[in-house]
Structure formats: C-alpha cells, structure tokens
C-alpha cells in the first residue's frame, strides 16, 4: 500500500523519469475516491508525478497539463482519474463553479496539483498529502502526510 512505498518517510527522487516511475508504482495502489494533494513549489515535479500515475493507469494521454483549464478528465484510465492544477485559481469559488463537489462525489481518483492553495480548506478529510521538495540540482525529494 501507499505507507510501504514511502517506508523510509521521504523518497529520493533523482531525475524528472524516475518521479514518473514513482507515479507508476503509486497507480498500483491509488484507488477509486482517493483524492491526493500535491504539494510543492513550481518545478518540483508534481505533474511529472501525475503523468507516472495516469502512464501506470494506462490513461491514453497521460501528457496533458489542466494549468490552463483547471481540470482534465482521464476517463479512459483503469481507474478514472480527474487532474486539476489550482495554481490559477485565486478564489475557492472557482473551484467550486467547476463542480469541484461533484467531482468529490462521483469516486474517481482525483488528483490536485497546488492543494495547499485556499490553505488546503478545499481538500476534503482523508486527503492523502504528497510533499515535493526540491532537494539540490535535479534532485527531489517526496513525502507522503495522510
Ligand atoms: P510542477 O508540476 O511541480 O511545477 P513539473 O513536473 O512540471 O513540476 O516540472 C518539474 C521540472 O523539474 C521539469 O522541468 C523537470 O525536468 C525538472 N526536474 C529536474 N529534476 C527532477 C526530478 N528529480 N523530478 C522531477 N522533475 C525534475
Ligand atoms: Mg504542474
């Protein structure tokens, strides 16, 4: 499960294709209705983490960024997985006139780039939190805090 691919608490990551093998072994243990937060400033690698997950989903175009639209749907990943990227978002209410409590309820696997945005006050209980650290040159460093 999730807390033995980060037994060691922090996980070394140290080049943009292993943070997406990492994406690929968490898609073997997300599941449907889990909402994952990523954490991390801009270049810590939080979409290439996405784009491991939707590659291990199986998702047909694990490539596309919602920094500009917000959302994308993957509905055509083993587990429907839904993206969004708060980083443009400067009021909560955008969020939710995008149907962000829909989305909450339909039990696909969300995952939101930016979550600490708003101060997390978006992200319902149970969130799994993911942190992204930049930790020297081309090397990062993540965390799981549930
Ligand atoms: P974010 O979504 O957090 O802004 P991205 O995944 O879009 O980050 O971009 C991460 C950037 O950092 C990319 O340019 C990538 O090539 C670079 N990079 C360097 N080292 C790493 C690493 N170890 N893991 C992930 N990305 C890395
Ligand atoms: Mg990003």
């Not at 690698?45 to 784009?51: P, Y």
Request: some cysteine; proline content about 5%.
């Amino acid at each position: 499960n999730l807390h033995k691919i980060f037994n060691s608490g922090v996980r070394t990551v140290s080049s943009p294709e292993e943070m997406r093998g990492l994406g690929r072994l968490l898609a073997e243990v997300l599941q449907p209705g889990q909402v994952v937060g990523l954490v991390g400033d801009l270049g810590a690698g939080k979409t290439h983490l996405v784009q491991g997950i939707l590659e291990g989903l199986g998702a047909g175009n694990p490539g596309v960024s919602p920094t500009f639209s917000l959302v994308h749907e993957h509905s055509d990943a083993r587990i429907p997985v839904c993206h969004f990227d708060f980083y443009r978002m400067e009021l909560p209410e955008e969020l939710l006139a995008i149907g962000w409590d829909e989305y909450l309820e339909r039990g696909d696997l969300i995952l939101a780039e930016w979550a600490n945005r708003f101060d997390g006050s978006m992200m319902p209980e149970g969130t799994v939190w993911l942190l992204l650290e930049h930790a020297a040159e081309g090397v990062r460093t993540v965390s799981l805090a549930v």
